[in-house]
Nanobody
Framework: QVQLVESGGGSVQPGGSLRLSCVAS????????MGWYRQAPGKQRELVGR???????YYNEPVKGRATIAKDNAQNSLNLQMNNLQPEDTAVYYC?????????WGNGTLVTVSQ
């Protein structure tokens, strides 16, 4: 059973930045397709960005140029840097990973963007 714990959410003004972190209970090199998703109020969960099976990063269109995902092997974490945040980025942000064909999700961290 893989556990994923997100942190770093909070309230920020438009144009601000946040860095989210997802710490895994297992070494992240054992996990595949790690990525970040988000769910805004009243909307379906959507992809922010993830590593593909070939180890490349893919970002969803709404966050391209503003989001950077990176692995930190020393901290055993997957990080998401979000810049120029806008109100439409308000959502619960979730970390996801696969291991041996099983999908794991964290409980999420809330990001609120408002004046």
């Amino acid at each position: 059973q893989v556990q994923l714990v997100e942190s770093g959410g909070g309230s920020v003004q438009p144009g601000g930045s946040l860095r989210l972190s997802c710490v895994a209970s297992e070494r992240i090199f054992t996990l595949t397709s790690m990525g970040w998703y988000r769910q805004a109020p009243g909307k379906q969960r959507e992809l922010v960005g993830r590593f593909t099976n070939f180890g490349r990063l893919y970002y969803n269109e709404p966050v391209k140029g503003r989001a950077t995902i990176a692995k930190d092997n020393a901290q055993n974490s997957l990080n998401l840097q979000m810049n120029n945040l806008q109100p439409e980025d308000t959502a619960v942000y979730y970390c996801r990973a696969l291991k041996d064909g099983t999908e794991y999700w964290g409980n999420g961290t809330l990001v609120t963007v408002s004046q």
